[in-house]
């Protein structure tokens, strides 16, 4: 088999309720497609996290001309061949983000060829469904005309009725209005759905801290992303001062960056993403290191239904540990923001029944790209 073409598919799209995280207010959102097609007819697709454009010209400029005639089944060398040809420019970031593209097209094409879904060909059993938590609970823009009281009593409500268990709230808006938040989102959602918060590194440890101290009395999941990603000391001190698990990684890329926050457990539960970590490989290894420490990996997807495909395959397959009878619940990541990207591009999207995600059944990623819909968001 060999790889006959590879083109990268900008995509973008304007939000009808534009909303804010802690860093900045999102109006629009964008993200990269990647398809790898063969000689052989079998099409593979793949996803990068972050600027589409620049992660565009990374595939098509740098990465596709090293590949065309190779085979996309030899996924572990190629692998470190591309990161090899690039680790002098970037470790992370735009080149990390099109390696992890073309490293999950070469997947969903190994997969496909050997006619089974992606988290079966990287060695799982057949499994029915994953438990996900919704993540939403995003401030509305301040002229919208709608509180955010008003909005989170109104999500809370549809994710009761779409049968989650657990939702993830931003935080990370100043300490009394967060603590309001969170009071107004715990009462919306009852005691019995699980709340995870994320601050999105708007903290340093002291605030984190305060936060965290003023929050734990409505029983928190995880606090997510508590202070910068730079400050590995300062999740440490944020992991003595409180008794909420902590959560991180999705700024972080390859098993050698994830390595010393593992060995530390500087995060109880790591986060990478897919789409920017080195792809299905390198999240592989990165959750095979979590478990030789006992941290949990549940991965950031916040991307089109490709990237969530790839998410909900990894997750399926991740190695765990320990291991018990009954093993307490965890969950994946289910962004339920406005996201044409997740629910427009694909012919069919992946089933939700319940709070639960169920795998495909189809071959590789198990979701094929619909090539109208996507020229529809063309950028
Ligand atoms: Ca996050």
Same mark, same amino acid.
């Given at each position: ?26 109006? &629009?959102? =964008? ?13 593979? $697709?793949? =996803?990068?996290?972050?600027?589409? *454009? ?8 740098? /990465? ?11 996924? =572990?060398?190629? $692998? ?9 420019? %970037? ?14 097209? /070469? $997947? ?6 050997? %006619? ?19 993540? !939403? /609970? ?6 919208? !005309? ?16 779409? !049968? ?7 935080? %990370? ?16 959602? !009852? ?7 994320? #601050?999105? &590194? ?18 928190? %999941?995880?606090?997510? =992303? ?43 539960? #790591? ?21 030789? &420490? ?7 997807? $916040? ?71 996507? *020229?529809?968001?063309?950028?």
């Amino acid at each position: 088999m060999r790889i006959s073409a590879v083109r990268a598919h900008p995509a973008g799209a304007p939000l009808r309720r534009p909303f804010a995280f802690s860093q900045w207010l999102f109006t &629009h959102r =964008e993200t990269l497609i990647v398809e790898v097609e063969t000689a052989e007819g079998i099409t593979g $697709w793949g =996803e990068a996290y972050g600027p589409a *454009k620049p992660n565009a010209a990374a595939v098509m400029e740098f /990465f596709a001309p090293k590949i065309l005639g190779r085979d996309p089944r030899d996924t =572990e060398d190629l $692998w470190q061949f591309l990161f090899a040809r690039s680790l002098d420019y %970037g470790q992370k970031g735009t080149m990390l983000a099109a390696l992890s593209a073309l490293d999950i097209a /070469f $997947w969903d094409i190994r997969a496909k060829d050997a %006619g089974r879904p992606l988290y079966r060909a990287l060695g799982a059993a057949r499994q029915r469904s994953v438990r996900c938590y919704a993540t !939403g /609970f995003y401030p509305p823009r301040e002229d919208d !005309g709608e509180t955010a009281e008003a909005r989170f009593e109104a999500e809370a409500a549809q994710y009761r009725a779409m !049968g989650f268990r657990a939702a993830k709230m931003k935080v %990370g808006f100043g300490l009394e209005r967060d603590v309001h938040l969170v009071e107004t989102v715990r009462r919306a959602l !009852g005691e019995e759905i699980r709340l995870m918060i994320d #601050a999105n &590194h708007a903290y340093d440890p002291i605030t984190a801290v305060a936060l965290a101290r003023r929050v734990e009395q409505h029983d928190i %999941g995880w606090f997510e =992303e508590p202070v910068s990603p730079l400050d590995m000391e300062g999740y440490l001190e944020v992991k003595r001062g409180t008794t909420i698990p902590i959560a991180g990684g999705e700024c972080e890329a390859t098993r050698f960056a994830f390595e010393p926050w593992l060995r530390r457990r500087a995060f109880d539960y #790591a986060q990478p993403d897919l789409c920017a970590c080195g792809g299905i490989s390198e999240g592989m290894k990165i959750a095979t290191l979590a478990s030789a &420490h006992s941290v949990h990996v549940t991965p950031h997807a $916040w991307g089109s239904a490709i990237g969530q495909a790839a998410a909900l395959q990894f997750y399926a397959a991740r190695p765990r540990h320990p291991g018990s009878l009954t093993p307490e619940e965890k969950w994946i990541e289910c962004d339920s923001t406005e996201n044409p990207f997740r629910t427009e591009i694909v012919a069919e999207p992946v089933r939700f029944e319940a709070g639960e995600w169920l795998l495909p059944e189809a071959p590789g990623l198990g979701v094929e790209i619909d090539r109208d819909a996507l *020229k529809r968001f063309a950028l």
